[in-house]
């Protein structure tokens, strides 16, 4: 389904796609987010998308009104979760309303999981 919304001159319809690209880039500009998820259901893994396949991460649901977004994302190790959850939420909101001129009602948070650097510790 697509956001729509009129104007005085006419009909403004935006797709899921294009909701879930502006909420990706988003989110990625905030601090502890390595970037979105993708779950393989057969093998129960999770892996890191990046780039053209970040919508691959990322469930838009428009309904009239209504627009809620459901994010499956890595965070950084050592991160505080809650904060990260809480920034990409306000980012991501503050974003789609001010890009696209929609209201996004409810953004849930999944961290799938934790990348750690081995680099870093040695």
């Known amino acids: 389904m697509a956001a729509r919304y ?3 001159i006419g009909n403004v319809i935006i797709d899921d796609e294009v909701i879930a690209k502006v909420a990706g880039l988003a989110a990625l500009e905030c601090y502890g987010v390595v970037g979105m998820a993708s779950i393989n259901m057969k ?3 999770v892996q890191l998308l ?7 991460g990322i469930k838009v649901n428009t309904e009239e009104d209504e627009i809620t977004i459901e994010f499956h994302i ?7 979760i809650s904060a990260i ?5 306000s980012n991501v909101k ?3 309303k001010d890009m696209l001129g929609l209201s ?4 849930s948070v999944y961290v799938e999981g934790i990348r750690t650097d081995d680099a870093e510790k040695a």
């Open 85 to 89: 959850a809480d920034n990409l939420i």
């Open 94 to 96: 503050y974003r789609v």
């Open 104 to 107: 996004v009602t409810d953004v």
């Open 50 to 56: 990046l780039g053209e396949s970040l919508t691959k």
């Open 6 to 8: 009129a104007t005085e």
């Open 43 to 45: 093998d129960g893994l």
């Open 74 to 80: 890595i965070v950084e190790y050592g991160t505080n």
